[in-house]
């Protein structure tokens, strides 16, 4: 599976801006779904993360309650929903696909168990 990362821009501090995952090649929808972060000078970090039918998700701490982590498996497309926006978020997103996976409810927090990543897209918040 090959993924698109996008909507990433330069937004003041408190804005919001959603990221879009396409995916092509293969259905999105035999894949858990992640999005991770990496600031310059910093490890990549895990943002969040989305089961194959939505019915899991889990957010690292430093962004729990400000972003929201959704899919579309008919648009074969995953969403990353960024409110209250901190100059500590401005960061390279990362759009990762882990499987295919055979468990519907399975999410996963760490870098190496994603197969597939794309290019990444920035974001910057400006205090």
């Known amino acids: 599976v090959q993924l698109q990362a996008s909507g990433g821009g330069t937004v003041q501090a408190g804005g919001s801006l959603r990221l879009s995952c396409a995916a092509s090649?293969?259905?999105?929808?035999?894949?858990?779904m992640g999005w991770f972060r990496q600031a310059p000078g910093k490890e990549r970090e895990f943002v969040g993360a989305?089961?194959?039918?939505?019915?899991?998700?889990y957010y690292g701490n430093s962004v729990k309650g400000r972003f929201t982590i959704s899919r579309d498996n008919a648009e074969n497309t995953v969403y990353l929903l960024m409110n209250s926006l901190k100059p500590e978020d401005t960061a390279v997103y990362y759009c990762?696909?882990?499987?295919?996976?055979?468990?519907?409810?399975?999410?996963?927090?760490?870098?190496?168990?994603?197969?597939?990543w794309g290019q990444g897209t920035q974001v910057t918040v400006s205090s």
């Open positions: 090649g293969r259905a999105l929808s035999a894949y858990a």
């Open positions: 989305i089961s194959r039918n939505s019915g899991s998700t």
């Open positions: 990762a696909a882990d499987g295919p996976q055979w468990n519907m409810l399975a999410v996963t927090t760490r870098t190496d168990e994603y197969d597939h």
